[in-house]
């Protein structure tokens, strides 16, 4: 018989529907392999076996009296650190916040919760939640299960190396500057970035988010197939109203025309040879389906990235990075100052002006996307980076930055994108996951997922893998 563990989320729920296995166990092989592989990986930094267990009684407990447990019922899913989970902490990654014990739910984890999830563990992040590689000083270092050399993306680095390694079949993941998209490239999964207030969120425990938060952040799923993407959204996105930018629109929309546009290099970005191959790849599956492929340059993304990055920093800024001394992590100290060299400081009247260029830039996305309303990109110009490279020097933060242009630049127009795991190439580390990134109009995650279904079946079958040993990897250990 398969390992529970092994199955996808589609495949669980449709099991314990039938009665075929018994959530409970279901959660004590979710639980089992939690316990074999997290220790390789430090995925999961917080468990909850006792409250799995009790979570997958009552799905069984359900279904026994008749009634629907939600679309999830029995699915192991991790949540990410940063959110709030009643009964734990929500340390962002973060010492100063070890002891800010949430007293009610994030909507997300309600959504999850009411959807009939088993919650298994909360993952890792870096410190603040700003980083695409996951260390901080509470939790310690996340590798990636498929090449420790290599990071395993960050800020939601410990949901996709728990995916990835077969602990649970969903992680939850936040997306501000490709958080959700990029961990998913380097761990060989699939992440989606949904629109702007397509899944609600808000942290009880915290203040009200930063404007720039508020416009830009979003949560969304981590999964080994895309059906479990968009099984993971519809849970993700039912209503609650202690989110005002959640919005009641319907998963599926109006069929719009099957027309694509391939951009290799936006605005000049060097896109490695690997990378364009993966989009050539991925292009030529969507035209054998019947679609058309237009290469065209897409709208501005770097103009875009710089106003992010400022919103990014004008909330620290505001309060003199009071937070951050406080912290005094070493990689976040030394992420903020190249991000303050990159980024000088502006004025509140160029603040304004950053929001109401928001507007135009948004604006000329929407037209493209009508015309187009696929645009297939680069998730990063490069392969997933070797670990800890933004800490390396000044170069290699400047090199991680350029690269990773279309991640930053695209949530100033709260669009969404996914990140599609397209198969595995030799990288002067070894062996590397590689994927590409499609992008869509507002609110239609539809479009997005019915191409990313094309393009993962023309591709090798994403599954759980066996942590490769550090010692065994290109490279050697990772560092600590």
């Known amino acids: 018989m398969t390992d529970l563990w092994r199955l996808s989320a589609t495949e669980t729920t449709a099991r314990i529907r039938a009665r075929e296995v018994s959530a409970r166990e279901v959660a004590r092989s979710a639980l089992n392999r939690l316990a074999a ?18 979570a997958a009684g009552a799905v069984d ?17 991790t949540i990410k650190v940063n959110v709030d989970q009643q009964g734990f902490a929500t340390t962002n990654g973060l010492r100063i ?8 739910d994030n909507p997300v984890v309600a959504n999850l919760r009411r959807a009939g999830a088993v919650v298994i563990g909360r993952t890792n992040t870096p410190a603040f939640s700003l980083r695409w590689f996951t260390r901080n000083g509470l939790h310690g270092h996340t590798l990636n299960p498929r090449n420790p050399a290599l990071t395993p993306g960050g800020s939601s680095g410990g949901a996709a190396a728990a995916t990835a390694a077969g602990i649970g079949a969903i992680g939850h993941g936040t997306d501000i500057g490709g958080s959700i998209r990029f961990p998913a490239y380097a761990c060989g999964i699939h992440g989606l970035r949904p629109t702007l207030g ?3 969120a808000w942290n009880p425990s915290g203040a009200e988010r930063a404007i720039g938060a508020q416009l830009m952040a979003v949560s969304g799923p981590l999964a080994r197939s895309v059906a479990d993407i968009r099984l993971g959204l519809l849970a993700m996105m039912a209503e609650d109203l202690r ?14 025309p099957r027309r694509a546009a391939l951009c290799v290099r936006p605005e000049g970005l060097n896109t490695a040879p690997e990378v364009e191959k993966a989009l050539r790849d991925a292009a030529a599956r969507l035209q054998d389906a019947g679609w058309s492929i237009v290469e065209t340059p897409c709208p501005p993304l770097r103009e875009p ?23 005094n992590d070493p990689d976040a100290n030394i ?17 304004q002006d950053a929001l109401q260029k928001r507007a135009g830039f948004t604006r000329q996305w929407q037209m493209f996307l009508q015309r187009y309303p696929v645009l297939l990109l680069p998730v990063c110009a490069e392969l997933p980076f070797p670990d800890l490279l933004d800490v390396a020097s000044p170069e290699a933060f400047r090199r991680v930055m350029e690269a990773q242009l279309t991640q930053v630049g695209l949530p100033l127009m709260g669009l969404p994108g996914l990140s599609v795991a397209t198969g595995s190439v030799a990288g002067p580390l070894g062996a590397a996951p590689v994927g590409v990134q499609l992008i869509a109009g507002r609110y239609r995650e539809d479009m997005l997922l019915d191409a990313g279904a094309i393009i993962e079946a023309g591709s090798m079958p994403v599954t759980a893998c066996d942590p490769v040993p550090t010692s065994t990897a290109p490279g050697g250990p990772a560092r600590d």
């Open 305 to 327: 990235a710089a106003l992010q990055a400022m919103l990014w920093l004008a909330e620290n800024r505001r309060h003199g990075n009071a937070a951050l001394a406080r912290e």
């Open 61 to 77: 407990a359900a279904l026994a009296r008749g009634e629907d447990p939600g679309p999830l019922a029995g699915v192991p899913v």
């Open 37 to 54: 592989v997290n220790p390789a990986i430090n995925a999961v930094v917080q468990e909850m076996p006792e409250q799995a267990l009790a």
């Open 243 to 256: 989110d005002p930018w959640w919005a009641p629109v319907p998963l599926d929309l109006p069929p719009l």
């Open 97 to 104: 916040q070890a002891e800010q014990v949430a007293e009610a």
């Open 335 to 351: 992420v903020f100052a190249q991000m303050e060299a990159l980024c000088p400081e502006v004025s509140f009247h160029g603040f």
């Open 198 to 200: 397509r899944v609600p």
